[in-house]
């Protein structure tokens, strides 16, 4: 089997793209699962969406399509998986009641010169540089929902962008676990401050004392090991993906509970509710070590104050 380890989680996924929708097959049953819940979690009349990692956007879509969110933006910084986003029927031909296209796609695309690349056939748009979120671009009628594609890294959004809060933010299917520790907490400080006021922010991570996918072997000794030696290096794991003959790896981090509401109490979040999810057949669990775990969180009302601005 010829095998391709990846030092950058986003390199691993431009050569993952080709694979991704039969690897996403398999987990069907939990990723449905995990949708599910947060769809029935989302605040009534909320407007608008941004996935960190997003992948291909469809999960985003069926999420969207389910709570009749009209603003969706989707942050991934792979290439391949961007494309294969744009290339989705579920992303480009959402349709209204009378039939017509109501989805429009933008990219925000990286260029030498700040301005924005497109997609032929696209209108451009002005300003979308790496690391930067476009200002003043985001009014979208409910006739016309839309999809903005970000091509930034999760440690590259800006926390201080006083105008952008979203009503939901999900991070989904263990993104968190491809970001490197330095950077978790900046990742999570800018996801409290892009929080609408009355806003949700859904995680999932895979736990690393899942007993059912790791045996009891392994989660002992990882229990054990957080005991005598605790430290942040302790969920490093090497994510690997077999696909035909070959396989992907790249840098992983499986977490804990308390490691999880460390770092969202410190970047401003408040833990609402924690669901535990199988991972093998998505039925919901009552013990911890049963499956892997998806986080509701919302703002800590500690930053927030009266003039907090509101999502668009």
């Known amino acids: 089997m010829k095998s391709a380890h990846f030092n950058d989680p986003v390199a691993a996924y431009d050569l993952l793209a080709a694979h991704y929708a039969g690897i996403s097959r398999r987990r069907q049953p939990y990723l449905l699962s995990v949708e599910r819940e947060i769809a029935a979690r989302i605040p009534a009349r909320s407007r608008s969406i941004l996935d ?47 039939g017509k296209s109501a989805m429009e796609i933008r990219d925000v695309e990286a260029s030498s010169g700040g301005a924005a690349l497109v997609s032929p056939g696209r209108q451009p ?61 900046c990742t999570l400080r800018a996801v409290a401050q892009l929080l609408n006021q009355n806003g949700r922010f859904f995680i999932d991570v895979n736990h690393r004392y899942n007993l059912r996918a790791y045996g009891s072997l392994r989660t002992c000794a990882r229990w054990v090991r957080d005991r005598l030696f605790p430290g942040e290096s302790n969920g490093d794991v090497l994510a690997n993906w077999n696909v035909g003959e070959s396989s992907i790896s790249t840098y992983g981090h499986v977490f804990t509970h308390r490691e999880i ?52």
């Open 52 to 98: 960190i990692g997003a992948g291909d956007g469809i999960r985003t879509a069926r999420i969207c399509t389910a709570s009749a969110i009209r603003r969706v933006v989707l942050v991934e910084p792979s290439a391949e998986m961007r494309a294969l986003g744009r290339s989705h029927s579920e992303l480009d031909s959402r349709s209204d009641s009378a």
């Open 125 to 185: 748009w002005v300003g979308g540089v790496t690391g930067r979120i476009p200002e003043g671009r985001h009014q979208a009628s409910d006739e016309s929902p839309h999809i903005e594609i970000w091509p930034f890294r999760a440690e590259s959004l800006p926390a201080e962008s006083a105008s952008q809060r979203f009503d939901v933010i999900t991070c989904l299917w263990n993104v968190l676990g491809h970001i490197a520790a330095e950077n978790r907490g």
């Open 261 to 312: 509401v460390r770092l969202a109490t410190a970047a401003g979040l408040e833990l609402e509710e924690r669901i535990v999810i199988n991972y093998e057949d998505g039925r919901i669990q009552r013990f911890a070590f049963q499956g892997n775990l998806l986080y509701v969180f919302r703002r800590s009302s500690r930053i927030d104050s009266s003039s907090a601005p509101q999502t668009s």
